[in-house]
């Protein structure tokens, strides 16, 4: 009996894990306001798909609600892997309707922004609860060691779930992706242009290798 009750285990063991490889794996794209969230959850979406998931500005929180595209097949090398992308609003601590003022919007404007950007901090928190997995995208010209970073990273190490690194706009002459990795050694991270595609396929096949 034990050995048929083994036999049955690993045979069960054995489609799971079929099941698991073949299912789409849930994974959000976070990060503050203007660090690029977007602009890589499109270049991933358009590589794939020939879509694109949401608009970008350079004013902030541009995306003030959580997009999904499901079913996005990532290939790279001899791996494949099939995501629900979620592009989500940018996380910030403060949400300031002077802000958006001091980019030309009119105070009404800049107030509606405002709050629905607050509402979105809200709902991207919520996500956190449906995902099995981040990528967090850092602006690499920036001081790594901000609230949101600190945060994000350990909500993630606190449920267990994998997550991944894109030190962004290594385009930019003032980037020091090495910041990022030196801040948080112990998870992966791949610097990258979401905007030009530098390094992109590196980051498509750690990908891959990280959420399969």
């Known amino acids: 009996m034990g050995i048929i009750k083994k036999i049955k285990q690993n045979i069960s063991g054995a489609f799971k894990k079929i099941f698991k490889r073949g299912r789409a794996r849930r994974i959000g794209i976070y990060g503050p306001p203007n660090a690029g969230k977007t602009t890589l959850a499109n270049r991933i979406v358009r590589d794939f798909t020939g879509d694109v998931v949401g608009s970008v500005s350079d004013i902030p929180h541009e995306t003030r609600r959580a997009h999904r595209r499901e079913g996005v097949t990532i290939t790279s090398n001899n791996s494949a892997i099939t995501l629900d992308v979620v592009d989500t609003p940018g996380l910030a601590t403060k949400i300031d309707f002077q802000d958006f003022m001091a980019k030309g919007l009119s105070e009404d404007e800049s107030r509606r922004r405002a ?17 099995e997995g981040v990528i967090l995208v850092m602006d690499a010209t920036e001081d790594p060691f901000t609230q949101v970073n600190v945060t994000v990273i350990g909500n993630m190490e606190a449920r267990k779930l994998p997550l991944l690194i894109a030190a962004n706009k290594i385009d930019l002459d003032n980037s020091a992706p090495s910041r990022i990795k030196s801040a948080f050694p112990q998870h992966p991270m791949v610097p990258i242009s979401a905007l030009h595609g530098d390094n992109i396929d590196i980051l498509y096949e750690k990908i891959a290798e990280h959420f399969g």
């Open 115 to 131: 709050k629905e950007a607050t509402e979105g901090v809200v709902e991207a928190v919520r996500w956190l609860d449906d995902l």
